[in-house]
């Protein structure tokens, strides 16, 4: 098979789009270097967790390379898709629950009006959680989320340890379990 060399395009329109790519796409054969997680565009387990900066409600600027240190459910959503709004109070349970030095919950929001509609249904759920912005879904995009809602757990060193598509009880004893391990590693 031939390899043609080209410059991707992706490193680029991604810092603009707000994402900030841990690595760049690497322009050699893919026998010889393994593509990175950006430049295949999905995350698996054991991948380390591409770094983003999106704004939150309050129009703060997060990054998930800011959460080093902590285990964290990056978990995307919309407020149109029914089993997102099926989980989500489960969510708010357990963060209620877990301490924020070890725990932290970042709720991606894929709305295409942004905080227009995630500010009113946050306020009607009494979500305490913080929601995200990935309008144009690109964050969304370079994790590989092609649906929604899925969650990626990202353990205390950046790396993912769980990809889990669907909706989930996540203050059920097995959801607990998982966090537990994880804030043990």
Known sequence: MQYIRKISILPVLLAVGGLVASSVVDAQ???????????R???????????FILRDL??????LSQLRGKVVLLNFWATWCGPCRVEMPAMEQL?????RREFEILAVSTDSQGAMVTRPFQ???GFTFPILHDSEYRVGLAYGARTI??????DRQGVVRQK????????????RDLIHALLKS
């Open 29 to 39: 054969p893919p026998q010889s270097v393994k593509q990175s997680v950006v430049g």
């Open 41 to 51: 565009g999905v995350v698996q387990v054991g991948d380390e967790a591409p770094n």
């Open 58 to 63: 309050a129009g703060n600027a997060v990054s």
């Open 95 to 99: 963060y209620r629950t877990l301490p």
């Open 123 to 125: 306020k009607q759920m």
């Open 149 to 154: 809602p899925v969650t990626f757990m990202v």
């Open 164 to 175: 889990i598509f669907g909706a989930r009880d996540w203050d059920s004893p097995e959801a």
